[in-house]
């Protein structure tokens, strides 16, 4: 017994001590012998009522049992071993206890309770159904426990194949059978009856242009029976009869390398597909080995989709330069980056953060040479400071980590048409009113970001509507007072013409010089003369000066965003207008810190590197883009104001480089036209890509396993080795190399997702030489489609750690297990109400005088009732003569007899 405020005890004794001084102390209207029982029930009920303070809990043990049936629902359960298992559940029903608690639970790549635990016996038929493409045995285990009682008889009957796919079962049980919780579990048949499929394609890792590609598929059958094997390398297709026995099968297939039309240095994928009539899941029925085509390295030359062309140059002359190069708009996703040795990126904006994480992984984790060549939308210019991929750059691109060089003339075009009043909800059919005017939006970020500028800075402000009127006029950058009341006036009403106010600010731009020149145009862009707005944007580029444009997030975006573009400036949608005041702010400073740079420069060798040994002069360079050399950086060509034009450095397994100007005749025209163009960025190219090793690489999946192997002759005995995985999900996993033989190294890695596996295997030396080598696999299909053999072992040991049992009849599935925990019983109840019973006892016992006969009858305390001979505790005493004396009549007495008389 446990008490829930033990610090109550003390008042039951303490209690029944004053009930009993106070007995000694009082007047007695009852005699002696009734007396001591009235005190004893007077304590009794005192102290068991202060006793109910200290709140007792009394625990008993849990003797209620519960069991909860968990069926394998996988795909690997076939129809003959699903119908077992409702059989098994029928049959086991029966034998439960009228107070045993049952539940079902349907489980494959995922769990679902099909009928909660009751004392109910109505289960079947299973209801729920599960993704069926996995058997997590161990993930239905933890779930059962958790949907199980946390006390008494707890039991688990699982009923599967056991070829458990994922992992984490020992894990699990372990938990299990701390918590009390036993498992019995019944092994049925997998339910594949006619079933095959290819289990991997075996490749090369390197094969050679002209040679014959040998490539084995394997394929298992559960039965005999005739097939189509349809194998697929490039450009080479060839369909072959198979005649399929029980068990393994291989076929060996011969490609010519140049009928499969692979480019030299890239990776060649061979494909085998089966079809068999009388197959039942066709999903497991596709392979994919993947070799490399031994040539030249691979590199892709990657546009910005906006600026496409600018890339030309460089694919030719690295072309030139021996190279195998690939040119391609937009920045490829993972697994088609990994068909190449090295990356050039050229003035390329960076608009997804997924884009960058995945050139981050293609650099750091699987040792790929990256080049970023600069322009107008890269570096700080491109925001590449918040994205991911500034953590591999050798130069910081923030522009808070430059110095400003150059004043800033700025124009702030504001619209204050009619429906910059209003919030646009639904397209511009509907108009909703209230809320933040979007001019008072307007108002605050333009005074904010005339707040940023200096005093060196010249600045205006231009609203529109149907006309224009310059609200601050352009020139030196107003006092805070002065600013405030001048847009104070802005009022939203008229419509909306974009055009003519833009053709004023680009006239009065024209007559500043040497200054920067920009527009930042603020509106929901609601032009009827839309079509004029994309000309005049290549016009205010074509004459020095940037457009930004600012959205609502309403209006024709597409226009607004391509006016950006042709702007040479940025655009903002304006989701959350909330935003805009610090939009206008980072716009602003954005463009005061200057970080295109254009001019005549003159490059200057700042270190020794294999890059600017082979430049004996330099042609100049019409413009670049401002950054930072970080401090592990080498720093090969400076240019400017001791700006960094040629920098790289190692980053994890792979190497980057970056060139601040362009690669276009806008800014590097002599140097497109420079005899020594192919040779330097045939140079700077090559630096950044890896060692190759003359190793080769394999890799295949099976059962869901990854299994590489990496053959390397002349390996030092103390070469050490790791493999870099990245799997479909797009994470990294780094396992060592065991080696297990002079020129060879093996690992095993988990592969139960189905996509592909890209693996770079790194040998390292004593010495500190690195080299590596790079394969993929592919899983074509989910591990429970494969040919999973049952694991008794795993069954065995399921029962054993948890004290359960191996297939047990069903008659056994409720019977008795180790019991956890107890029941705990609130007593102070009863002890609440048995001294209420003990005070009307008491009471009773004072009040009630009884007859010989048994009855009872109430009368006053001190007066006997009349006609009825007088029961007493003691014999009443005499004189020896004379008439008994009449009794005393108290105060108290005739007050009672008055009130009774009434």
Not at 466 to 475: C, E, K, N
Request: charged fraction near 25%; glycine fraction near 10%; charge should be negative.
């Amino acid at each position: 017994m446990r008490f829930g405020v033990p610090e109550l005890i003390w008042a039951a004794p303490l209690g029944v001590a004053v009930v009993w001084l106070l007995a000694r102390r009082g007047r007695w209207t009852v005699g002696r012998r009734r007396r001591r029982w009235v005190l004893a029930l007077r304590m009794a009920g005192v102290g068991l009522a202060l006793a109910a303070l200290a709140q007792p809990v009394l625990s008993l043990p849990q003797r209620q049992k519960a069991v909860l049936l968990t069926l394998d629902r996988s795909l690997s359960m076939g129809s003959e071993s699903r119908a077992r298992q409702e059989q098994l559940v029928a049959e086991a029903l029966p034998h439960a206890g009228a107070d045993d608690l049952v539940g079902l639970m349907v489980f494959g790549a995922d769990a679902r309770m099909d009928t909660a635990l009751t004392t109910g016996r109505e289960l079947l038929p299973v209801r729920s159904v599960v993704d069926g493409s996995a058997s997590e045995v161990g993930s239905a285990l933890r779930a059962a426990a958790a949907l199980l009682p946390t006390a008494g008889a707890r039991r688990v009957v699982l009923m599967s194949d056991m070829s458990a796919t994922g992992g984490g079962v020992r894990e699990v049980i372990e938990e299990l059978a701390e918590a009390g919780v036993a498992v019995d579990v019944v092994t049925l048949e997998s339910g594949l009856d006619a079933e095959a499929l290819v289990e991997w394609v075996d490749v090369p890792g390197l094969v050679r242009e002209g040679e014959l590609l040998s490539a084995t598929v394997r394929v298992r059958s559960s039965i005999a029976g005739q097939s189509r094997l349809r194998v697929t390398a490039g450009d080479h297709v060839e369909l072959r009869e198979v005649r399929l026995r029980p068990g393994v099968n291989q076929v060996e297939i011969l490609v010519p390398i140049d009928q499969a039309g692979a480019e030299p240095g890239g990776p060649l994928a061979v494909q085998a597909q089966l079809f068999a009539d009388w197959d039942e899941y066709p999903e497991n029925n596709r392979a994919v080995g993947i070799t490399r085509v031994e040539g030249p390295a691979r590199v892709a030359v990657v546009e910005d989709r906006a600026r496409r062309g600018e890339g030309a140059f460089l694919h030719e002359a690295l072309e030139a330069s021996g190279l195998n190069v690939d040119r391609l708009v937009g920045i490829p996703p993972a697994e088609r980056l990994a068909e190449y040795d090295g990356v050039v990126l050229v003035n390329v904006n960076i608009r997804e953060a997924s884009d960058a994480q995945d050139l981050v992984s293609y650099v750091e984790d699987f040792g790929r040479g990256l080049v970023v060549v600069g322009g107008d939308r890269s570096f700080g210019v491109g925001d590449y400071h918040q994205t991911p991929l500034e953590s591999v750059l050798p130069v910081s691109s923030d522009p808070d980590d430059l110095l400003r060089r150059q004043p800033v003339a700025e124009v702030l075009a504001l619209d204050t048409s009619g429906s910059m009043g209003s919030c646009h909800c639904g397209g511009n059919a509907e108009r909703i009113a209230g809320g933040t005017p979007k001019t008072a939006i307007a108002q605050a970020g333009a005074t904010q970001a005339i707040g940023a500028l200096t005093s060196s800075d010249q600045v205006g402000v231009l609203a529109f509507s149907s006309g224009f009127d310059w609200t601050i006029p352009l020139g030196p950058r107003p006092d805070t007072e002065e600013v405030t009341a001048a847009l104070s006036t802005l009022t939203p009403e008229g419509d909306t013409e974009i055009r003519p106010a833009l053709a004023e600010a680009l006239r009065v731009l024209n007559g500043v010089e040497g200054s920067l020149r920009h527009i930042v145009l603020f509106t929901d862009g609601w032009d009827p003369d839309e079509a004029g707005l994309l000309p005049l944007a290549r016009r205010i580029s074509a004459e020095g000066v940037t457009l930004s444009v600012l959205g609502t997030g309403e209006g024709p975006g597409p226009t607004l965003e391509r006016m950006a573009e042709l702007g040479g400036g940025r655009y903002y949608p304006g989701a959350d207008l909330d935003l805009v005041p610090e939009i206008f702010v980072e716009e602003t400073l954005l463009v005061a810190e200057n970080l295109v740079r254009e001019g005549l420069f003159y490059p200057v060798r700042s270190g020794l590197s294999a890059m600017s040994e082979i430049l004996a002069e330099t042609p100049p360079l019409r413009g670049y883009v401002a950054t930072k050399a970080k401090g592990t950086a080498t720093v090969s060509l400076e240019v400017g104001a001791e700006h960094p034009l040629l920098a790289s450095w190692q980053r994890g397994l792979g190497r980057v480089s970056v060139w601040t100007s362009d690669a276009t005749s806008r800014w590097s025209s002599e140097w497109v036209e420079w005899p020594g163009y192919v040779q330097f960025w045939g140079t700077v190219v090559r630096d950044t890509l890896s060692v190759q090793g003359d190793g080769v690489l394999s890799a295949t999946v099976e059962g869901g396993r990854l299994s590489i192997g990496l053959d390397q002759s002349g390996m030092a005995p103390e070469a050490t080795g790791v493999a870099r995985i990245r799997g479909p999900d797009g994470e990294v996993a780094v396992v060592a190399l065991r080696r297990v033989a002079s020129g060879r190294f093996e690992t095993q890695a988990p592969a139960d997702t189905a996509g592909a596996y890209w693996i770079t295997a790194v040998i390292n030396t004593p010495d500190g030489a690195m080299t590596s080598v790079s394969a993929g696999a592919v899983s074509t299909y989910l591990e429970e489609f494969s040919f999973l053999a049952a694991d008794p072992a795993l069954a065995r040991e399921i029962a054993e750690v948890t004290g359960g049992r191996v297939d047990p009849t069903p008659d056994g599935f409720f019977e008795a297990v180790s019991t956890r925990g107890v029941n705990d019983v609130a007593v102070w109840p009863w002890l609440v109400g048995l001294s209420l019973a003990l005070f009307l006892a008491d009471v009773a016992a004072r009040r009630l005088r009884f007859s010989a006969g048994g009855a009872a009858t109430a009368q006053t305390v001190g007066r006997p009732p009349e006609d009825e001979p007088v029961v007493v505790d003691e014999p009443l005493q005499h004189p020896a003569d004379g008439p008994p004396p009449e009794p005393e009549r108290t105060e108290t007495l005739d007050r009672l007899m008055r009130r009774r008389r009434r």
